[in-house]
């Protein structure tokens, strides 16, 4: 693995830092494990492509993945001792109390982002299209063009 930051090169000092970090959260519980991503829909399939169509069809693809915001429950951390669980409760009192408006917030949002992409998917179904009338356009004016320098 290189490690680039600013032009230089700091796999050495940084590499086996990060290489432990990675292990000590491998060893945490699976509900406080930062989540992994499935190879079929993280970004990194974008550093494959070889032309920018090709850029623009994953990209969307891997947009409508991502449109979606939830409000599920998540953990809550907290500090240690006395104070720390008061203030955990009263987090996950006001949680529940605002649980009803986050919904509604994300529902919208949620609206606004797959109008976005379907937008987008739109735009560049009907830039294809323009593409394909144009490219035909100039294959009929060459084989015209071609027909007149014949005669």
Same mark, same amino acid.
């Given at each position: ?8 090169? !700091? @796999?050495?000092?940084?590499? #086996?830092?990060? =290489?432990?970090?990675? *292990?000590?959260?491998? %060893?945490?519980? @699976? *509900? =406080?494990? #930062? ?9 990194? %399939?974008?550093?494959?492509?070889? +032309?920018? %169509? ?20 998540? /953990?809550? #951390? /907290?500090?240690?001792?006395? &104070? ?18 986050? *919904?509604?917030?994300?529902? /919208? ?23 394909? /009338? ?5 294959? @009929?004016?060459?084989? !015209? &063009?071609?027909?007149? +320098? *014949? =005669?």
């Amino acid at each position: 693995m290189k490690l680039i930051i600013a032009t230089r090169d !700091r @796999s050495e000092d940084l590499g #086996p830092w990060l =290489r432990e970090q990675a *292990d000590a959260m491998q %060893s945490l519980p @699976s *509900d =406080r494990r #930062p989540t992994v991503l499935p190879a079929i829909i993280a970004a990194k %399939s974008l550093a494959h492509v070889t +032309h920018e %169509s090709q850029f623009q069809d994953e990209f969307l693809r891997l947009l409508r993945y991502r449109e979606g915001v939830d409000t599920l429950p998540f /953990r809550i #951390p /907290r500090r240690p001792g006395l &104070l720390g669980a008061l203030m955990a409760t009263a987090k996950k009192g006001l949680w529940k109390l605002c649980r009803y408006q986050w *919904d509604r917030i994300t529902f /919208r949002q949620n609206l606004i982002n797959t109008f976005y992409n379907h937008a987008l998917e739109y735009e560049q179904q009907q830039r294809k299209r323009d593409v394909t /009338r144009l490219e035909q356009r100039i294959t @009929s004016l060459e084989k !015209r &063009l071609k027909g007149e +320098h *014949d =005669r």
